[in-house]
DNA sequence: GTATCTCAAATCATATACGATCTTGCGGGC
DNA sequence: GCCCGCAAGATCGTATATGATTTGAGATAC
């Protein structure tokens, strides 16, 4: 039987409250009412909080209580920094173990990719991305960088309902960049090569965000 | 007054033992005896517990406790890989708000690093190489990959107990480079040189260990 | 009108108690 | 002799209860 323990229950209810936007940065998370709510005592619902402390989900406060995590104005800066640096590196501890199966594997989602391009659909595209990327670092063999790398994807998870994260003209050149890492993969590139390729095309990524957000703030001072 | 949670309490405690090599990897920690040897009752304990958890200090299984983590043989280059990568970003990124000032101070703590060579003093070694590398990595703008690299020094004490980690002719290399480290960021060079420099310094020490841990097999391969 | 004090409500922090689950050793059957 | 089942002990998982701390509203003094 799939026994799963209370405060896992509770885990799993929190964060994904938190990454579907449900539970908005800010918002108080009290024991007792989300206990009752589950349930069950109050016990476990404070430790799926104190996890989802250690994990950057909530912040915490002695005697005070938990609230989602508020995100500054350079959140996605850094989140996007970091992600580039530790995906860059996993791409590029994997590549030697990627097989030729993969790598088509990876074309055909990059395909997808291509397809919805045609209409707006930032979901699909942002799902296969992630199914794209998943292809090229998961067999990396360093367990801590690749642990570091989902601990990324599930931040921005939480930052995509608050921040901007796809900008259409980017998407387009984004595929193109895919399709260049799989050449550079498939035709054995120096780990370097390979690294700063998956790195810039993340900070490309967020170049392009932090533009199209700056544009915005342009027009909405003319406006004003 | 310096009101200490009792959870607080227990978290350093355990944290302390662990690092100090009190409880060795593999230890079995059981709630009641700590919580009675800390007077308090188990449920702080086990927050504390879990808390070490989601730090990779100790590791947890459902409904039959926790152990303090084991190490693979692996881990060490793990744990070195993932540092180089994250402490030469924040090296790169501190890099331009680096005063002269403190690279004056890094370049006297290398100065008392290079007396130390003249005697066998790990510890000593150790603990300047901290304060160097802390004194350019600190002003990292970002957080998180601040974070990280604290996380990965953090983990290092832990392998320390248990792992090579001063090979003397390692040291007297870990000097020269240092002064060099410092010239690139006093001259202003690019981030990815600094970045590279302060990951291939680390590197650098990985493979010296690794090379010593082989030459040692050997030998005790050739005794035995 | 503002500041400060008091007190009650809300909430967290911890203790204690009990039920659930895993481990281990023993005995019986094959 | 080996394997399986079963019971007892160890330990975790959670519920409930109580103490501690914070917060905020209202009263009071200035």
Redesign the interface.
Same mark, same amino acid.
């Given at each position: 039987m799939a026994v799963v323990?209370k405060s896992e229950q509770a885990y799993r209810l929190v964060r994904e409250r938190i990454e579907s936007g449900q539970y908005v940065p800010g918002y108080r998370l009290v024991l007792s009412p989300i206990a009752s709510e589950l349930g069950m005592s109050v016990?476990p619902v404070r $430790?799926a909080i104190?996890?989802l402390e /250690? $994990?950057g989900f909530v912040t915490f406060e /002695?005697n005070v209580g938990a609230q989602v995590s508020l995100i500054k104005e350079t959140e996605y800066l850094?989140?996007m920094?970091?992600l580039a %640096?530790?995906e860059g590196?996993a791409t590029a %501890?994997a590549a030697p173990t990627v097989s030729a199966d993969q790598i088509a594997r990876a074309r055909r989602i990059n395909a997808q990719m291509r397809e919805t391009l045609t209409r707006f659909d930032p979901q699909a595209f942002t799902d296969l991305n992630l199914e794209l990327h998943s292809v090229l670092f998961e067999s990396c063999p360093?367990?801590?960088?690749l642990d %570091?790398v989902h601990r990324g994807w599930n931040r921005m998870k939480v930052l995509r309902n608050s921040s901007f994260s796809f900008v259409p003209d980017r998407a387009a050149a984004s595929v193109d960049e895919h399709e260049r890492l799989l050449d550079l993969i498939e035709d054995g590139a120096s780990p370097l090569e390979i690294e700063l390729a998956a790195r810039n095309h993340r900070l490309a990524t967020l170049d392009a965000v932090l533009a199209h957000q700056d544009q915005l703030t342009h027009q909405r001072r003319k406006t004003a």
């Open positions: 323990p016990v $430790e104190r996890r /250690a $994990e /002695a850094h989140t920094q970091t %640096l530790v590196s %501890l360093n367990p801590h960088i %570091l």
